[in-house]
C-alpha cells in the first residue's frame, strides 16, 4: 500500500513531462516518420550540441577523489568555478558558501520551498508562470501556488502592483504567504524586466515580509538587441541588500544540458542556505558531473564564446519561428528571451474557455502531431495561448508551424462551411505522409 | 525565516557526514601530515581506482540524446543495462520497469520510506543499523524508526524473532508500522543473510502486514569463504511472490563510486513503482554518468572481472585489518562482507554507558586522529562498539589500528596509575609527529 501524499503525487504527473515523453516517443523524421510528433512543447535547446560535443566526448581527467564521497551540496572547487561564473552575471561578488548545487533546477526549487514554506504555506507567483512550478514548488514542499494574473492587454509584463494586490489579498484572507517567485528572463513568456522592476518587486515582498525566489535559468538566453539581462542579485536591483532575494540557476537552458541535472541555489541566508544543504542530502549531484562542469566553466574563453554563439542562434531560430508565425497569421508577444513563444489562438477556440483550450491543443496533438503546451497548463489568466518552442531544427520548427496552421485553416474552413461533417484533413498531409500512418502511431495515447 | 521543518532537518546533520568531512579536512599523509586524521570511519572502498580509472577517464561516447531531457526516473537505456545486472545478482528475472534510478542509495531510501509512510508511522529495523538510515529513510519522509534490538552474544544476527516482538510490541502500543527495513549484507555487522532467515524475515513482516525495505548495497562485496550472497528477490527467498519485498542498491560500495550518487530501487509492484517514479522527479540523476556506468555495465565481462578483484582485495584487506587487531587484543565480531569490522572496546570505557563510548570516541578522534564510529550512531544496544573501515591502503589501516592500540594502552596504563594527572602520550606519538601539531589541525572541531 502506498501512502496517502506519495499516491497523490503519482496522481499529478507533470503535465509538461507527459506530453514530452508522448511526442519523443514517435519523432518526426522527414524520411522516416514524416507523421511523426514535431515537438515544440520541451524548451529544450536542440541548436548547440555541435559547440558541445567535443568538450563532453573527450577524455575525462578524473581523479579518485573526484568520485569519491564529497560535499553533498556539491563540491568545493565545483563551487568555486560555480561562484565565479555566476559572479560575472549577477555583477556581485558570489560566495562559493551561498551555493548549495542539486539535482537540477526542480531540486534547487523544492529545497528552497520546502525551506522557506512549512506545509499549507503559500508562494505568490505572477501568472502565467513556467508549468512546472506546480511541481516543483509544491510536490514535495507541501506549500502552494498563490496565482497573481498579469493582463494579456499589458503583453503579459509582469508587474510590481499586481504582486503587491495578491499579497494584500492573501493576507486579508489570512492565508500565510513566504515568498514571491518568478522566473526571469520569464517563462513562457520570454520578457527581460528592467533593474527598476525587478527592484520594485523585491521592495513589494519585503514590505510584506516574505522572500523572492528568482529563477534565472534562462539568464545567459537573451537574444534581444535592446535589453541585456539583469539578475535579481544585480547591486542595482539588491542594492538594499535585504538578504531575502534567492536566485536559481542550472545547466538546463543556458548550456543545453537538460539531462545533467545540474541546478544550483544561491541565497545569501546563512540559515536558509544551512538547511538547503540538509536537503541537499537527499538530491546530490554526481560528481563525475561535477568535475566535467568545472573545467568546462574553468575555461572562461570558450564559455564565453559558447553563450555568446548560442545567444546568437537563439536570436535567429526566435526571428525565423516568429517571421514563419507572421506570415501564417498566427499573432504572438514580442520576447527578447527564452526558448518559447507566447501565440495567441484565441482567434480559433470555438469559445472563450479553457474547456475550448484544451479542445483545440488536443487536435494540435492528436490531428497535426504537433506538442504544443496551452496556455492552462502555465496558469495562464486568458484561454486560448500556447507556448511554442523554437529552439529546434529549423526545418523542424517549420513543418511544425505548417502543420498548425494547416490545422487552423482547415478549422476555420469547416467553421465557414458549418454543416460539414467531414473530419478535416491532418494539417500535415502530402502526398507522402498518409493520415492512416496515425493509427500505427507508437506514443502513449 | 526558515520553515519549522527545514530548521529541524538542519538542526541533526548525519552524524557520520560531520565526522567525515572533518577527517577528511585534515587527511593522514606519511610525510606531509604525520598527524592529520585517519579516516577509517568512512565506508568507502579505496582499494580500486586503480581498476575503475581506464574506464572514467577514458573519451565519452555521448550523444546529443544522452545530454536531453530523459525520463526522470533513469533512461530506459541505462534501466535495461541495471536489469540485466541486477537480474544476475538476484537470480530472478528482473524488469526495466521495476526500477527506479534516484541520486544514491540515499535518495533511494527516501522515496521508498516517502512512498510505503505518512508522516508520524514507523518502520522497524534491526538494531545496530546503518547510521544514516535515520536521515535517509526518516528525514524528509516524516517516517520514525523503531528499533529491534539484536544481542552481542549471538554476534549482532539478526534474527525473525526480534523483528516479530517489535512488530507485536509495536501493534499493542498502537504504533502503525509500514515497514521492516534492514541491510543485507549487513552494515555495520556484515554478517551475510542465509536465505532461510531472509526467508522467515519476510514471512514475518507479510504476516503483520507490512512490506520489506532490504538495503543490498553489499550485495557484491562478500569475500567470506563459506557462504555467498542471496538477495532478498532470489526465487529461494521471494517464492511466495509476496509483492512486498523492496530492494535498493547502487554504486557507491560495490563499484567504489559514491561520488556518482546512483542508487537504484527494485520494486515489484506497481504502484509503488508508479509513486517512486513521481518522486525521483525530485532526485534525478545525471543523463552524463548514467551513460557512463550503462556502457561500463554493457561490458559484462569487464563487471565480472573487477567484481571479482575487488572481492578478493577486501577479502585481503579484511584479514590484514582482523590480523591487526587481534595482534592488539582488540576483540572484534568476524564477519563475512562489507567494509567494517565491529570492534570490541566495552573493556576501555570507564562506565558500561553511551556516555562513557561518548567520551571514548571523543579520545580517539581528539588525541589518536582517527575517525572511527561509536556504536551509539548504529542505534546499538549495548554500548562500546566501534565500526572500523578497513577497506583502504594498508599502512592506512595500520597507523590506524596502532594509534588505537596506543591510545587504549595509554588508557589502561594511566587507569592503573590512577594518582596520575599527567596527560597521555597522543597514540601514534613517534619522533616526527609531535602532539603540540594537533593545535595547528585544520579539521572542523
Not at 525587478?198 to 535589453?227: K, M, P, T, W
Request: contains cysteine; glycine residues 8%.
Amino acid at each position: 500500500m502506498v501512502s496517502r501524499r506519495a499516491a497523490a503525487l503519482a496522481a499529478q504527473p507533470p503535465a509538461i513531462a507527459v506530453a514530452h515523453f508522448r511526442a519523443e516517443a514517435y519523432p518526426y523524421d522527414a524520411r522516416l516518420r514524416p507523421d511523426g510528433y514535431i515537438n515544440l512543447g520541451t524548451a529544450e535547446n536542440r541548436l548547440v550540441w555541435d559547440l558541445l560535443a567535443p568538450r563532453l566526448t573527450a577524455r575525462r581527467p578524473l581523479t579518485a577523489a573526484d568520485t569519491h564521497y564529497g560535499p553533498l551540496h556539491g563540491a568545493d572547487a565545483f563551487r568555486r568555478e560555480l561562484a565565479g561564473f555566476l559572479t560575472g552575471i549577477c555583477r556581485t561578488e558570489i560566495d562559493p558558501d551561498h551555493l548549495v548545487v542539486v539535482s537540477g533546477v526542480t531540486g534547487a526549487l523544492d529545497v528552497i520551498a520546502t525551506v522557506l514554506c512549512d506545509p499549507g504555506e503559500a508562494i505568490v507567483v505572477p501568472a502565467p508562470y513556467y508549468s512546472a512550478f506546480d511541481v516543483d514548488l509544491v510536490g514535495r514542499s507541501g506549500a502552494r501556488l498563490l496565482p497573481a494574473p498579469v493582463r494579456a492587454d499589458q503583453d503579459f509584463q509582469v508587474t510590481p502592483d499586481v504582486l503587491d494586490e495578491a499579497l494584500a489579498g492573501a493576507r486579508a484572507r489570512g492565508v500565510t504567504v513566504r515568498a514571491v517567485a518568478l522566473a526571469s528572463p520569464g517563462n513562457p513568456v520570454g520578457h527581460v524586466l528592467p533593474p527598476r522592476v525587478l527592484r520594485e518587486i523585491v521592495a513589494v515582498a519585503v514590505r510584506h515580509g516574505v522572500d523572492v525566489v528568482v529563477d534565472e535559468i534562462y539568464a545567459n538566453s537573451v537574444f534581444g538587441d535592446n535589453s541585456g539581462f539583469v539578475s535579481a542579485l544585480d547591486p542595482e536591483v539588491e542594492a538594499a541588500g535585504t538578504g531575502r532575494v534567492h536566485v536559481v540557476w542550472g545547466f538546463a537552458k543556458d548550456f543545453g544540458l537538460p539531462g545533467l541535472k545540474i541546478g544550483v541555489l544561491c541565497s545569501p541566508d546563512p540559515q536558509v542556505c544551512a538547511a538547503a544543504r540538509a536537503l541537499a542530502y537527499f538530491a546530490a549531484t554526481s560528481t563525475d558531473t561535477q568535475a566535467l562542469l568545472r573545467d568546462l566553466l574553468a575555461d572562461r574563453e570558450w564559455v564565453t564564446g559558447f553563450l555568446a554563439e548560442s545567444r546568437r542562434r537563439l536570436g535567429r531560430a526566435y526571428r525565423s519561428a516568429a517571421g514563419l508565425l507572421t506570415a501564417a497569421g498566427l499573432p504572438f508577444v514580442p520576447v527578447e528571451a527564452g526558448f518559447s513563444l507566447w501565440v495567441d489562438l484565441r482567434g480559433w477556440l470555438t469559445e472563450p474557455t479553457f474547456a475550448a483550450e484544451d479542445e483545440l491543443w488536443a487536435r494540435i496533438l492528436d490531428e497535426a502531431h504537433v506538442n504544443v503546451l496551452p496556455g492552462r497548463l502555465f496558469a495562464s489568466p486568458d484561454p486560448g495561448w500556447f507556448r511554442l518552442c523554437f529552439a529546434a531544427a529549423p526545418a523542424v520548427v517549420s513543418q511544425g508551424v505548417d502543420r498548425i496552421a494547416r490545422l487552423l485553416g482547415s478549422l476555420r474552413a469547416s467553421a465557414s462551411a458549418s454543416a460539414s461533417v467531414a473530419e478535416p484533413e491532418p494539417a500535415f498531409a502530402s502526398g507522402s505522409a498518409p493520415g492512416r500512418r496515425y493509427e500505427r502511431a507508437e506514443g502513449p495515447r
